[in-house]
């Protein structure tokens, strides 16, 4: 069962690969809470901010060429694809690996918080613990996916950000001594759906209620791939930011400067 406690502040973006829908039973986010989410639509995805300038989303969301932050658009001036990242192969643990991207926006575009004030500061870095110590806890998912309309059977796209819990469920090994994340809202009702690919994973998972402008949130991974086993289980596969980080730090090092960008704030969490 999802946490109905009212929505605060927060930040993810989500994007989902195959015939899977939005975060089904999820909450709604407010409008006046959206933009201090940090969640970002674009290319049929989701994505998150991580800094003013720059958007992190899945690279199978292909050349996305502008993004909207409640309903502030801006539009894309490089797609910076992770070089081992494949579009060629089919949705697998393999490909789920490296299917990120880092977007550079052509002006940066600043997070509102509820007293409409700017976060100039705002910032979201990647999760550097130890992958090992993450199954069994909880994550937030933000999305812009589309809900599935039980009826007809037909996905309804009504742009509205959606928020969901979900569990690590497994570090899962993958070929090339890789690791992924592997994720299950099935206990609370939520499913990741078609444009909820690219959503950041967002660690600690918390109520809402504890959420604040200068929250902890640190990104687990990238939402890439749903799947669902029949009567048994339903999954979603994310992109593990321990396994890109090395090309993330690399990347927004010399393209913040020569942006003009303000710094990130590193902060490694220790787990609870």
Not at 131 to 153: E, M, S
Not at 194 to 214: F, I, K, M
Not at 239 to 246: G, K, V, W
């Amino acid at each position: 069962m999802m946490r109905r406690a009212a929505p605060a502040l927060a930040a993810a973006f989500a994007l989902v690969q195959g015939p899977a829908a939005a975060i089904e039973a999820g909450l709604d986010v407010p409008d006046r809470l959206a933009s201090a989410t940090g969640a970002v639509r674009g290319g049929g995805c989701s994505g998150m901010l991580v800094t003013p300038w720059w958007v992190l989303t899945a690279g199978h969301c292909g050349m996305v060429t502008a993004v909207t932050l409640a309903g502030d658009t801006r539009s894309v001036a490089r797609n910076l694809f992770h070089p081992r990242f494949n579009a060629a192969l089919p949705a697998s643990p393999e490909k789920a690996r490296f299917d990120v991207q880092l977007l550079a926006l052509s002006a940066p575009v600043f997070p509102v918080l509820p007293d409409r004030t700017v976060w100039e500061t705002y910032r979201r870095d990647l999760y550097r613990g130890d992958p090992r110590r993450l199954p069994d806890t909880a994550a937030d998912i933000f999305g812009y996916g589309g809900v599935r309309n039980q009826k007809d059977g037909e996905d309804t796209f009504s742009g509205v950000l959606r928020y969901g819990e979900f569990r690590i469920e497994s570090i899962e090994e993958v070929g090339g001594g890789g690791r992924i994340l592997n994720m299950d809202g099935r206990d609370r009702g939520e499913q990741f759906w078609q444009g909820d690919s690219g959503s950041a994973v967002l660690w600690p998972g918390r109520s809402y209620e504890d959420l604040a402008p200068g929250n902890d949130y640190v990104i687990l991974g990238v939402g890439v791939q749903y799947f669902e086993i029949p009567l048994i289980d339903t999954e979603t596969r994310a992109a593990l930011a321990t396994e890109f980080a090395p090309w993330f730090d690399a990347t927004l090092g010399p393209e913040r400067t020569s942006l003009g960008a303000p710094s990130l704030i590193v902060t490694a969490l220790p787990l609870p």
